[in-house]
């Protein structure tokens, strides 16, 4: 890349109207990644852990002053039935989302749309006595 497209991509809203191909190491778990094989171009998010920065105050804007690691929180999937990634910033806790790249680690992606039924707000042990008080018999056979 030389001086001049260097300098353009780094100019504000650059990657919201042009392809980001370049490579990068994962701040998280240090696997390089490259934009191939994402099945888009815009690359945002390790395929290995779901991690990404936190970058961008809208997206591709590279405005934001935070440089904080984005965790994958959880998985939303959308009216047209596609899934995104919803990230949360370690430093200033800004939530964003992201479309799945099509070279996601199937089993990080299942694991994060299990995890509140895993992890449910109530303990189980009081599943039937919850059931009861909304009206139910409470008992699983």
């Excluded at 100019?11 to 042009?18: A, D, I, L, S």
């Excluded at 990068?24 to 191939?36: E, Y």
């Excluded at 596609?82 to 430093?91: D, S, T």
Aim: net charge positive; with cysteine; proline share 6%.
């Amino acid at each position: 890349m030389n001086r001049e497209n260097k300098r353009r991509s780094f100019e504000k809203g650059y990657y919201r109207n042009h392809p980001c191909d370049e490579s990068f190491t994962c701040r998280q778990c240090g696997r390089l990644v490259t934009p191939d094989g994402a099945g888009t171009q815009h690359r945002n998010h390790c395929p290995n852990c779901l991690a990404s920065l936190h970058v961008d105050d809208a997206p591709g804007d590279r405005a934001a002053d935070c440089g904080g690691r984005m965790e994958a929180v959880a998985v939303w999937v959308k009216k047209n039935g596609e899934w995104a990634i919803v990230h949360r910033c370690a430093r200033c806790g800004k939530l964003s989302a992201n479309r799945i790249a099509a070279d996601d680690n199937p089993m990080k992606l299942m694991s994060l749309a299990l995890t509140p039924l895993g992890q449910p707000p109530f303990p189980l042990e009081r599943i039937e006595e919850l059931t009861r008080l909304m009206g139910g018999e409470g008992r699983m056979e």
